[in-house]
């Protein structure tokens, strides 16, 4: 089993798709993008813990589980306290790029650590399964959408919507 602690607020702000989402949508859309995103690449040996700052609701998509500090606590403080519960279940690895604040307070004994960009590059670029080719510059996939209004219809395509039900 691999365990996955993500500080999502950095996550988002790394990433130009995600954080293009949360200008033209808001912040929970592009959380929200992450849980897809994330839940359509988990192999069945993997949990991702998302957390975020500011608020106190939880909630879980496709083996995708998202937390959000309570109010007085930052995601810092989650992301310990996640990484202290799940010692010792798995391979842990925290994803953040604050990790001399995070990694001062935690010992980090047994936990591997990746930057943002790292975890986009080896993990949401690549899918956790598959290994890059050096000379496989081809992609069955379309092209990722560029407009909101793409990203949109894909997300009502596949039954994700915007909408709190």
């Not at 912040?27 to 813990?49: G, M, T, V």
């Not at 957390?51 to 879980?60: F, H, L, N």
């Not at 990722?144 to 395509?157: A, G, I, M, T």
Request: with cysteine; hydrophobic share 35%; aromatic share 4%.
């Amino acid at each position: 089993m691999v365990i996955w602690i993500i500080d999502g607020n950095n996550l988002i702000h790394s990433d130009p798709r995600l954080r293009q989402r949360m200008v033209e949508s808001g912040l929970e859309s592009a959380r929200k993008l992450l849980d897809h995103d994330l839940a359509r690449i988990r192999s069945a040996d993997e949990q991702f813990h998302i957390v975020y700052d500011g608020g106190g609701s939880t909630r879980e998509q496709g083996g995708v589980f998202t937390s959000i500090a309570q109010k007085g606590h930052s995601a810092d403080d989650r992301v310990l306290a996640l990484a202290r519960n799940k010692s010792g279940q798995g391979k842990l690895i925290v994803v953040t790029d604050d990790r001399s604040d995070i990694g001062a307070r935690l010992g980090g004994v047994g936990i591997e650590w990746m930057t943002c960009s790292e975890f986009r590059s080896n993990v949401m670029k690549l899918g956790t399964g598959r290994k890059a080719s050096a000379n496989d510059d081809s992609c069955d996939k379309p092209p990722l959408p560029r407009s909101k209004n793409q990203v949109d219809h894909w997300l009502k395509e596949f039954g994700v919507t915007g909408e709190e039900e």
